[in-house]
Nanobody
Framework: EVQLVESGGGSVQAGGSLTLSCAAS????????MAWFRQVPGKEREGVAA???????LYADSVKGRFTISRDTAKNTVYLQMNNLKHEDTAMYYC???????????WGLGIMQENDFDYWGQGTQVTVSS
């Protein structure tokens, strides 16, 4: 059974930072495409960042230069470092995993979609006050 467990969410003022963590099995952190998505009520789940096991990374335009995805195979954990947070970053953040992730063509275009990933965590809430 695949388990992805997110933590690190909370409330922060605009301009602040948070680091989200996703604990997963060692097999997934070592071999799978890992990603972070976010969702606000009434909207579709949005891809934020993804990373292959070869450490190629992909970011949504809205977070480029502010968010960094990384993984620590020794700790079986994937991270999302979020700096210079904005009110519009407020959302439920989800960790996701998949053996293949986005199609290479989509990856080159910076596109990641919910149906590219088979495994999901329960989410952690991030609230940014302006």
């Amino acid at each position: 059974e695949v388990q992805l467990v997110e933590s690190g969410g909370g409330s922060v003022q605009a301009g602040g930072s948070l680091t989200l963590s996703c604990a997963a099995s060692s097999y997934f952190v070592e071999n799978y495409v890992m990603a972070w998505f976010r969702q606000v009520p009434g909207k579709e789940r949005e891809g934020v960042a993804a990373q292959t096991n070869g450490l190629s990374s992909l970011y949504a335009d809205s977070v480029k230069g502010r968010f960094t995805i990384s993984r620590d195979t020794a700790k079986n954990t994937v991270y999302l470092q979020m700096n210079n947070l904005k009110h519009e970053d407020t959302a439920m953040y989800y960790c996701a995993a998949d053996a293949e992730g986005p199609h290479p063509g989509s990856w080159g275009l910076g596109i990641m979609q919910e149906n590219d990933f088979d495994y999901w965590g329960q989410g952690t809430q991030v609230t940014v006050s302006s």
